[in-house]
């Protein structure tokens, strides 16, 4: 994981690396600027002498001027690192969403990956510019202080090694108590965003069901959850702040004690009790900033892992070494195809699917809920691999292609599927950036969609909201035929993508089909039988199996099945009058 993260610094290596340089330089200034003090009374103030304060009051200035410069170098530097390596991470995320194939997609939820391309990345950004700044500084300043301390006076030094060590103790206990808690806090985190992302999401429908106040006590349990739990952490955190105040003035009072008894005894100057005292308070914050690395690190270990899983999730599916790149025709076989969501876990959608389509065929494909139709064409254009036998698209293996070279030839209508933000146009080219004006027009003349985008005010500049939230359901469908026809396949697939369209457009689109793209072939899914009717042939799949094969009037008369669905969607339902 911590290999994973590391390999995106990539460019920003230097500053990664000059930062913690910066810092300890800074440390180093604010070390000697006691040392500079216990001069200027001593052999200045205590002396008598003006020029030993004038020169050791200059040092101790371009001491200071100098470690500001390296404070804000160090913090320039770290902030550029750690959002650089923020800006990295997240490429590198994106870059591997868009090569996920379906099944990659099924393992992460998207309210998942939201979570991991924000909140996540930047925990570890956060922590990533403390590790830099703070990690050396805080172990430098606690040795360096310790030593100085030690050199000046190793009686009194010890008082510190005391205080350190109860300070110590008390913060391990309470690290240790609420890395737990913040652990369980940022899984929350992902139970709140998931609540967000499909409640807001499905607004719609939450307003449909007037289901509001189930959702709004859904997500007040969300966020209430993680407040309980950060609130249990703070309290527990909380302790750090009156200990380590014990701590300091505990010592500092020892301390001055000791010390006086130390200078009326000579065995100790008052400028060396002065930087003591700078001391203790260096010794002590540098172990509460460790504290609070350990702390950011945990929180952001649970951050990181989630993150390397995104990055180092293997695509798949991948391009063959020699890819075919030109799909011949628009036949297709099922070879002894069987197919598993989850392969080896012996659940089959799908089984032993064996038939040939003819280039140009109208093929129907009917069955139950459930039956597996969406499963047996998704493998068409290899949204997902099969798990045993295999699918030929114009004679070749669909693996052998590669996949562009596939997915340009055989357009889908998925189920459920979307249209994008943006100009009707813009979204017809998403089937081909290179369309004409005229193309996207003819597409939408073939899908029905011309009648309506005509009558729009600004036609086919209108602009589509995200999700195409602004078009009726039957117009949303007729656009996703458009655009899947705008790329002109050879094979076009429709998953009951026409649902929603009233039955006689629906035939027209059909009729349209028949006469301007008859080199295409068709397959269409859908739950009435007069969709599929008039198609070459029509396949009956039941439970993930080819029950029957064959034109209307064959299965009519060997089907069963296929008679009764015919009867019961013909007789006296309005789809009647179309077939006569
Ligand atoms: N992404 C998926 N991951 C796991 N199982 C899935 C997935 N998609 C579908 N299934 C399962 O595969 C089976 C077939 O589903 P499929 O969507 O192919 O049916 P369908 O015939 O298209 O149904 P419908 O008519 O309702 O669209 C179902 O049991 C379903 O639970
Ligand atoms: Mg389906």
Redesign the pocket.
Known sequence: MIKTILSNVKQYTFPSLITPVFMIGEVIMEMLIPIMMANIIDKGISAGSISSVVSYGLGMIAMGALGLFFGVMGAVCGARASTGLACNLRDAMYLNIQKFS?SNI?KFSTAGLVTRMTTDVTNVQVAYQMILRISFRAPVTLITALFMSFSISSRLASIFLVAVLVLAVVLVIIMSTTMGLFQKGMRMYDDLNEEVEEDVTAIRTVKAFVRENYVIEAFRNAADNIRDVFVKAEIRMAFNGPVMMICVYGSMLTLSWMGANMIISDELTTGQLTSLFSYVMSILMSLMMLSMIFVMLTMSMASGRRIAEVINEKPSMKDPETPVTEVKDGSVDFCDVSFS??KGSGNN?LSDVNFHVNSGETIGII??????????VSLISRLYDVTEGKVMVGGVDVRDYSMEALRSKVSVVL?NNVLFSGSIYENLRWGNPDATDEECREACRIACADEFVERMPEGYDSIIEQGGTNVSGGQRQRLCIARALVGKPAILIL??STSAVDTATDSRIRKAFKERIPGTTKFI?A?RITSVMDSDRIIV?DD?RVAEFGTHDELMERSEAYREIYESQTSGSGDFDEFG
């Open positions: 379906f099924d969501y989850r959608v069955g139950p809920t459930g039956s597996s139709k969406s499963s047996l189920q998953d009951d899914i739950q799949l993930g």
